[in-house]
């Protein structure tokens, strides 16, 4: 058995025995052996895919390691002083992601699944709380500001096939592109296979199922257009957001 399996058993048998009080806090220091382990070897354990389906079983990505410690370190107070946590995290993001731009600014408690599909701009902003869910491509632009407690689907479950649960149905994978310099608000959802244009806004609490064309101000369960936010016309010093 492995060292995960013996702590296991031991704590099985200290709730079924009504043992836990008064062993607690020696089992929890126990395990922190685990995470000595893991800082030692960069090992750790992943359970199989309980989405099956048609899906891959997922192989450990080459990254697993630094998106773990990653995971730990925003469980420290460390995480919470930003003047170090930011950089931290940024570093980490450009050894994990297929693309992170320069001065991105990463908050505590961003989740995403493996990260070599994602693709952040220069500049870009993601706030706590943020689940980028990258089993499909996911490309984030410069400049775009991600509010907290966003979440961005690239993947949906088939729900046609009757012989079957949904849960264990496998997953399609459609990919996200958000443009540059748009604005995620407050909990918005976006989900798979959309595609947000330039310099876009959407509203808190939005759910975005369809694609949306650049300089649109969009809100809603489901989100729908609310105005453009086109600049003057004579206005000749419009920022561009940096392209590639």
């Given at each position: 058995?492995?060292?995960?399996?013996?702590?296991?058993?031991?704590?099985?048998?200290?709730?079924?025995?009504?043992e836990l009080v008064g062993q607690a806090s020696r089992f929890l220091a126990d395990t922190a052996g685990l995470v000595d382990?893991?800082?030692?070897?960069?090992?750790?354990?992943?359970?199989?895919?309980?989405?099956?389906?048609?899906?891959?079983?997922?192989?450990?990505?080459?990254?697993?390691?630094?998106?773990?410690?990653?995971?730990?370190?925003?469980?420290?107070?460390?995480?919470?002083?930003?003047?170090?946590?930011?950089p931290l995290r940024r570093i980490l993001a450009q050894r994990i992601f297929k693309h992170c731009g320069d001065n991105t600014i990463i908050h505590?408690?961003?989740?995403?699944?493996?990260?070599?599909?994602?693709?952040?701009?220069?500049?870009?902003?993601?706030?706590?709380?943020?689940?980028?869910?990258d089993r499909a491509s996911l490309r984030i632009g410069a400049y775009t500001m991600?509010?907290?407690?966003?979440?961005?689907?690239?993947?949906?479950?088939p729900f046609d096939d009757f012989t079957q649960p949904i849960a264990i149905s496998g997953r399609a994978g459609r990919a996200v592109t958000i443009g540059p310099n748009t604005v995620l608000g407050?909990?918005?959802?976006?989900m798979a296979g959309v595609t947000i244009g330039e310099r876009c806004i959407v509203g808190a609490n939005s759910v975005v199922t369809k694609d949306v064309p650049d300089f649109t101000v969009v809100g809603g369960v489901?989100?729908?257009?609310?105005?453009?936010?086109?600049?003057?016309?004579?206005?000749?010093?419009v920022w561009q957001p940096p392209r590639g």
């Open positions: 058995m492995s060292y995960e399996d013996d702590l296991l058993a031991e704590f099985a048998d200290l709730v079924a025995r009504d382990r893991f800082h030692a070897t960069g090992e750790f354990y992943i359970p199989p895919d309980p989405f099956k389906g048609t899906a891959r079983q997922p192989e450990p990505e080459p990254t697993a390691f630094y998106t773990m410690f990653w995971r730990m370190f925003d469980k420290t107070p460390a995480s919470m002083l930003q003047g170090f946590a930011i505590h408690n961003v989740l995403f699944n493996v990260g070599s599909n994602i693709e952040l701009g220069e500049g870009a902003l993601l706030n706590r709380y943020v689940m980028l869910d991600v509010a907290a407690g966003v979440t961005i689907e690239t993947h949906t479950h407050y909990n918005t959802v976006v489901p989100a729908k257009p609310i105005k453009r936010i086109l600049p003057p016309p004579d206005d000749v010093d």
